[in-house]
Structures are given as C-alpha cells and as structure tokens.
Nanobody, 121 residues
C-alpha cells in the first residue's frame, strides 16, 4: 500500500505546477484525498481535500481560486493543480488518503512521501 507524490519543483511567482499522487495496493476511489503542506518552521496545514462519497472539493482560504484538486479513478491518481503561485506557497506538499475528508492529518491512514515546491524569482 503506497502513495507516490510527484510534480514538485522550482517555479517563479505567478507560475503553475501540477502535483500527482499515485496510489498502489489500494483503490483510491474508496478514499477521501487530501493535500497538506509544511513549510520550514511551520505546522503541517491542510490545503485541499476531495470527498470519497460525492467528489466534493474543499480548499483552504489561502489557496481558494488558485488550486484545484481532482482525481482520475481510471489512473488511480489524484492531482493538485496549482496556479498563480506565491512565495508563501513554498513548502513540502503531501498527499494523503483516508476514509473521510478532514483538515486533520490524523484522519488519514496513508501518506505520500512529500514533494518540494519552491516559488522563487
């Protein structure tokens, strides 16, 4: 059972990145998916999540209108499209899977290894 996060990198302010979270060993469609991020010296914070039941999506105020969470069940993969990136978006981004959507990390059973996103000019 594994989640593999990828797609991070270095981007200029205003740029875009698309993160992927590929699941293996279980069916991602049966789980709520969340994206968290953690910047140096800060606590891990929820960025976005998508429910298991009806695919509803939720976003932190800081990313609303700029980030889009989605899933492709055929590929067993979730995505986080990040547009209009700011310096403050710099962090390690983690995907997670759990039985129910939540902003609390403890609600998620499976975690990806994290992918670094750096916004810099």
């Amino acid at each position: 059972v594994q989640l593999q996060a990828s797609g991070g990198g270095l981007v200029q302010p205003g740029g875009s990145l698309r993160l992927s979270c590929a699941a293996s060993g279980f069916t991602l469609d049966n789980y709520a998916i969340a994206w968290f991020r953690q910047a140096p010296g800060k606590e891990r914070e929820g960025v976005s999540c998508i429910s298991r039941s009806d695919g509803s999506t939720y976003y932190a105020d800081s990313v609303k209108g700029r980030f889009t969470c989605s899933r492709d069940n055929a590929k067993n993969t979730a995505f986080l499209q990040m547009d209009s990136l700011y310096f403050d978006d710099t962090a390690v981004y983690y995907c997670a899977a759990g039985r129910k959507e939540s902003w609390y990390p403890a609600a998620y059973s499976y975690w990806g290894q994290g992918t670094q996103v750096t916004v810099s000019s």
